[in-house]
T-cell receptor, first 117, second 111 residues
Framework: GAVVSQHPSRVICKSGTSVKIECRSL??????MFWYRQFPKQSLMLMAT?????????EQGVEKDKFLINHASLTLSTLTVTSAHPEDSSFYIC?????????????FGPGTRLTVL | GENVEQHPSTLSVQEGDSAVIKCTYS??????FPWYKQELGKRPQLIID?????GEKKDQRIAVTLNKTAKHFSLHITETQPEDSAVYFC??????????FGAGTRLTVKP
């Protein structure tokens, strides 16, 4: 089946530092990638949608200067949490939308747990 | 924008019984409705989906029904097993973009 990888799987950083999370579609080209945030025991909240080569579209309430998204190719998108603070601690999940096998749908990455001290 | 509501938030059933989770959506333009199963600390996994041109879809013990007029869709799991225990999310989207998730249902199947 389709594989989406995320790196790193876990990261712990000090307050004020920036953290970059990578999302890759390994065996298909993703026309669109999505970034979600999940608080403990809560649903997935869409943060932004990105298409290769264009600026990301952010959801209402998501600061684009804080959560920088770069979609460099059809297989790679990055989310950079700038000047991270403890309230940014969360589980971040990317998904890639594309045609893999016989099914076109969103395929989720394994997630990145960010802890800001 | 789209708003998806999911009920119940928790559901406990005896092994072998059926489980039903219901979702409603607000945007009549939504045409793709997937269901995800998420085990603790893991990524959501697509278990079944339905498009707006279909009223019902079944895959072994799992079925989904869609009522476009009422704007609600449901997940049905029959002959539940302990390994079905997880959090289930419904979602709604237009052509699989900008997916909006329900709040999730924690299903516990007691052996």
């Amino acid at each position: 089946g389709a594989v989406v990888s995320q790196h790193p799987s876990r990261v712990i950083c000090k307050s004020g530092t920036s953290v970059k999370i990578e999302c890759r579609s390994l065996d298909f080209q993703a026309t669109t990638m999505f970034w979600y945030r999940q608080f403990p025991k809560q649903s997935l909240m869409l943060m932004a949608t990105s298409n290769e080569g264009s600026k990301a579209t952010y959801e209402q309430g998501v600061e684009k200067d804080k959560f920088l998204i770069n979609h460099a190719s059809l297989t790679l998108s990055t989310l950079t949490v700038t000047s991270a603070h403890p309230e940014d601690s969360s589980f971040y999940i990317c998904s890639a939308y594309g045609l893999a096998g016989a099914k076109d749908t969103q395929y989720f990455g394994p997630g990145t747990r960010l802890t800001v001290l | 924008g789209e708003n998806v509501e999911q009920h119940p938030s928790t559901l406990s059933v005896q092994e072998g019984d059926s489980a039903v989770i219901k979702c409603t959506y607000s945007d009549s333009a939504s045409n793709y409705f997937p269901w995800y199963k998420q085990e603790l600390g893991k990524r959501p996994q697509l278990i079944i989906d339905i498009r707006s041109n279909v009223g019902e879809k079944k895959d072994q013990r799992i079925a989904v029904t869609l009522n476009k007029t009422a704007k609600h869709f449901s997940l049905h799991i029959t002959e539940t097993q302990p390994e079905d225990s997880a959090v289930y999310f419904c979602a709604a989207s237009i052509f699989n973009n900008d997916m909006r998730f329900g709040a999730g249902t924690r299903l516990t199947v007691k052996p």
